[in-house]
């Protein structure tokens, strides 16, 4: 097996140095150029890449996968790129003893990890070690959730045990013919499924965090996140790209547009797009500082149970990272269908709660028109702060289920739409809310950016000391 080390001792120590650096230039020639090393490559800042463990490698061959640190507009980032022209980008003890070393010294050092897939799978001739080779590598990256951000970048084949991993990272993004799948489709039993294994199918289901059109769209949308996130679980995050927004703020604005009228200018980067119809989530800035973006009116449909699990999991990767959560909330509740039920929205319901409730970085609720029931329980009570417009209407159940229930008997044929209003006028008003401390200031939509930047500013210092136990039991 090629050793650079051993080579390079041999000249230190004084051996034969005309042998040894004859060596070492006939391996530098020797490594293969590929998509892999293009692709790792134009992640980092220009000469700021630094390749480790160069001539690893078994059976005469080097190691399927490049590893090495780098720059990214400054920060150091560490990074692996699976090498699909050697063996196929065979999984082996080589590639294994590269990334947990890769892995070890992104722990140790504080720095993000991106891996870049592209493997056809295990190298079958290794037999268990493959096996061993494998679980190795899931071991060390499960070692690094939540110290430091992990990103994927799926960007040919990923499959079985390797899609298992790269899953495993906080965000994965893919590139449009790229493959994800745990059993290859041509070979299942129901291969009758149009899409499974596609990036398209990953981005629904929620697998995949960003799609992009081709290798150099990924590797710029992994930059952009990796400019906004902390280095690790103890580094302030923010911005340095930052601008000041001057867009109008105002009751009407939803998802998307309202929390990029919120943020900073430009700064708003969507994360699981097409997973879930009612709910968005968002990574951005204000005023510098990275925040994450939740809102839940997306569409006018009640959060289903897709939709409670992608904000649960996005709420608890800022938690990990202590990054803020504003929550613009606007839901008429979580969807009670039967067919949702069966679904087991009651569970995914319960995930939502049980995050916000348990995360305990700064979180802002804001919520701009209705707050009904389960949705608003799930989400507003677990808030440092909640803010709230004039007009909106917070309710146990939605008004007119509300009012059949408590004045049925006074109901006429004539008096229904009256009788809703007073109710959402007196009961469900904001205002009877701020009076029993549920709501903690009443603003008007043009001061949504200032009222939002303070609490965060007051928020700044948060603590918070759980009880002694080893982890939360979370719903899955």
């Known amino acids: 097996m090629a050793n650079f080390e051993g080579v390079k001792s041999l000249v230190d120590t004084g051996g034969n140095s005309k042998v040894a650096r004859k060596t070492l230039a006939e391996m530098e020639q020797a490594l293969p150029e590929s998509k892999a090393r293009e692709r790792i490559t134009q992640l980092f800042d220009a000469d700021s890449f630094v390749e480790t463990g160069s001539f690893v490698g078994s059976g005469g061959e080097t190691a399927s996968v490049i590893t090495g640190?780098?720059?990214?507009?400054?920060?150091?980032?560490?990074?692996?790129?699976?090498?699909?022209?050697?063996?196929?980008?065979?999984?082996?003890?080589?590639?294994?003893?590269?990334?947990?070393?890769?892995?070890?010294?992104?722990?140790?050092?504080?720095?993000?990890?991106?891996?870049?897939?592209?493997?056809?799978?295990?190298?079958?001739?290794e037999g268990s070690v493959m096996l061993d080779s494998y679980a190795y590598i899931a071991k060390s990256a499960a070692r690094l959730s939540g110290v430091v951000p992990q990103i994927s970048l799926v960007a040919g084949i990923c499959a079985g045990t390797a899609a298992m991993i790269a899953c495993m990272a906080d965000l994965v993004v893919m590139t449009e013919k790229s493959?994800?799948?745990?059993?290859?489709?041509?070979?299942?039993?129901?291969?009758?499924?149009?899409?499974?294994?596609?990036?398209?199918?990953?981005?629904?289901?929620?697998?995949?965090?960003?799609?992009?059109?081709?290798?150099?769209?990924?590797?710029?949308?992994?930059?952009?996140?990796?400019?906004?996130?902390?280095?690790?679980?103890?580094?302030?995050?923010?911005?340095?790209?930052?601008?000041?927004?001057?867009?109008?703020?105002?009751?009407?604005?939803?998802?998307?547009?309202m929390a990029k009228a919120i943020a900073d200018k430009n700064s708003i980067i969507e994360l699981y797009k097409d997973f879930g119809t009612s709910a968005y989530t968002a990574i951005g800035s204000i005023s510098w500082k990275t925040v994450g973006f939740v809102a839940t009116d997306k569409s006018d449909e009640k959060l289903s149970a897709s939709d409670c699990s992608k904000i649960a999991r996005f709420v608890s990767f800022c938690d990990a990272f202590s990054i803020p959560v504003v929550t613009v909330l606007n839901s008429t509740g979580i969807g009670g269908t039967q067919a949702a039920e069966?679904?087991?929205?009651?569970?995914?319901?319960?995930?939502?709660?049980?995050?916000?409730?348990?995360?305990?970085?700064?979180?802002?609720?804001?919520?701009?028109?209705?707050?009904?029931?389960?949705?608003?329980?799930?989400?507003?009570?677990?808030?440092?702060?909640?803010?709230?417009?004039?007009?909106?209407?917070?309710?146990?159940?939605?008004?007119?289920?509300?009012?059949?229930?408590?004045?049925?008997?006074?109901?006429?044929?004539?008096?229904?739409?009256?009788?809703?209003?007073?109710?959402?006028?007196?009961?469900?008003?904001?205002?009877?809310?701020?009076?029993?401390?549920?709501?903690?200031?009443?603003?008007?939509?043009?001061?949504?950016?200032?009222?939002?930047?303070?609490?965060?500013?007051?928020?700044?210092?948060?603590?918070?000391?759980?009880?002694?136990?080893?982890?939360?039991?979370?719903?899955?």
């Open 342 to 476: 069966l679904s087991g929205s009651v569970r995914d319901a319960a995930k939502l709660a049980q995050i916000y409730s348990s995360a305990t970085t700064a979180k802002i609720a804001l919520i701009t028109d209705k707050a009904y029931g389960s949705a608003y329980c799930a989400v507003a009570p677990a808030n440092d702060f909640v803010l709230a417009y004039e007009n909106s209407v917070i309710s146990a159940a939605d008004p007119k289920a509300a009012v059949i229930f408590l004045r049925g008997d006074e109901l006429d044929g004539t008096n229904e739409a009256k009788l809703i209003e007073e109710y959402k006028d007196n009961e469900a008003s904001v205002f009877t809310l701020a009076a029993s401390g549920s709501v903690d200031r009443i603003i008007a939509p043009a001061d949504t950016r200032t009222a939002v930047l303070s609490a965060l500013d007051t928020l700044e210092g948060k603590r918070v000391h759980s009880p002694q136990r080893k982890h939360i039991n979370f719903v899955y």
């Open 179 to 257: 493959e994800f799948f745990m059993t290859a489709p041509f070979v299942s039993a129901d291969d009758n499924f149009k899409g499974a294994g596609t990036a398209e199918n990953a981005a629904k289901s929620g697998a995949a965090a960003i799609t992009a059109k081709d290798d150099k769209a990924a590797v710029e949308e992994v930059k952009k996140l990796l400019r906004i996130l902390p280095s690790n679980n103890l580094e302030l995050s923010g911005n340095d790209y930052y601008a000041e927004n001057d867009a109008d703020i105002t009751a009407d604005l939803k998802a998307d547009a």
């Open 69 to 125: 640190y780098g720059l990214v507009d400054g920060k150091t980032v560490y990074a692996f790129s699976q090498d699909i022209s050697v063996k196929g980008g065979a999984v082996n003890r080589a590639a294994a003893l590269k990334l947990s070393k890769l892995y070890s010294m992104a722990v140790k050092n504080g720095c993000p990890v991106v891996g870049i897939y592209d493997s056809k799978g295990g190298d079958i001739a």
